[in-house]
């Protein structure tokens, strides 16, 4: 069983998010916090192993709460929950070594797949390591950004995924670079290699005469 801790400064969103949790097999909400004190708080108390973290908290930003629980030497992973889309958070919780960003407003089908992503990886990560292909698959299991080709960047891999995830619908390289600050043919890059690892899938819209558009979606 995954013990999680739900932090947000709405008790309303709070009680939603337990509920969500206990829906969601393997996981069980151990405690929640409406503040940063609050939250280092209930670490102490209760040592959960995940903590679901919204980042406008009243007393602190909630990625330099991350900074605070790793200098106090709590090592629980962080998932964040929120409604921060500043390409500039998102660089920051890479960083920090968040295992998942989700943005509000989420439904509990984009909430408990996170979830059962996130256990997975876990247990991947809790294997024996006999050789070099176990290291391989263990990295592997940490998320789209992780174990990138040469050339790219974990930091951008992730905004790249974000967005796609968040998406409405499809998107094209000039859509997604738009939203995250990048040139055109970066989000491209960075969209075809997702699309060849199968994380994501493309389609050509023809409209007139020309090239056709790519636009990408999530799988």
């Known amino acids: 069983m995954i013990d999680v801790l739900v932090v947000d400064d709405d008790f309303r969103l709070v009680n939603i998010h337990r509920g969500f949790v206990e829906r969601t097999p393997g996981f069980r909400a151990v405690a929640s916090a409406r503040s940063g004190a609050e939250t280092l708080a209930a670490l102490e108390e209760h040592r959960p192993d995940l903590v679901l973290l919204d980042l406008y908290l009243p007393d602190v930003f ?25 390409s500039d958070a998102v660089r920051a919780a890479v960083r920090l070594g968040v295992v998942s960003y989700l943005l509000k407003p989420f439904s509990f089908d984009e909430f408990q797949e996170r979830l059962e992503q996130y256990a997975n990886r ?65 989000a491209r890059r960075y969209l075809e290699q997702l699309t060849e690892r199968g994380r994501a899938e493309v389609a050509l819209k023809y409209a007139g005469r020309g090239r056709p558009e790519r636009r990408y979606r999530w799988r």
């Open 62 to 86: 909630g990625l330099d709460l991350v900074r605070r629980m790793r200098a106090e030497g709590h090592e629980t992973d962080v998932f964040v929950i929120s409604a921060a889309r500043e």
């Open 122 to 186: 876990r247990a991947g990560l809790a294997m024996a390591v006999r050789d070099q292909a176990d290291v391989d698959r263990a990295f592997e299991r940490t998320g789209a950004a992780a174990a990138m080709p040469k050339g790219f960047s974990a930091e951008t891999a992730q905004l790249v995924e974000t967005a796609l995830r968040e998406a409405p619908g499809t998107l094209s390289a000039a859509e997604c670079a738009e939203r995250i600050g990048v040139s055109r043919v970066s």
